[in-house]
């Protein structure tokens, strides 16, 4: 069985691409978690928090683009 994920992007299949994306989103997902954690730690650095927060925002931005690029036709 072949695996999308490490095949040359410019010959996946429809179905290759929608493979890739969801494992993407997963990854995403799973880094949104560590990042909740992060921020249940209290961080006493008001810059770390800044900074866990701005990653947050872009990861769950990128996550959502993604969730939109994988519904297209």
């Known amino acids: 069985m072949r ?3 490490v095949g ?3 010959s996946r299949s429809a179905s290759d691409e929608r493979q890739v994306l969801r ?3 997963r990854q995403l997902d799973r880094a949104e978690i ?3 954690a992060m921020r249940a730690m209290d961080l006493a ?5 800044r900074a866990v927060n701005q990653i947050r925002t872009a990861v769950d931005a990128l996550r959502h683009y ?5 519904a297209r036709p």
């Open 23 to 25: 494992a993407a989103i």
């Open 3 to 5: 695996n999308a994920i």
């Open 45 to 49: 650095d008001a810059q770390a928090v």
């Open 8 to 10: 040359i992007p410019g």
């Open 66 to 70: 993604l969730v939109n690029l994988r």
């Open 34 to 36: 560590y990042l909740d």
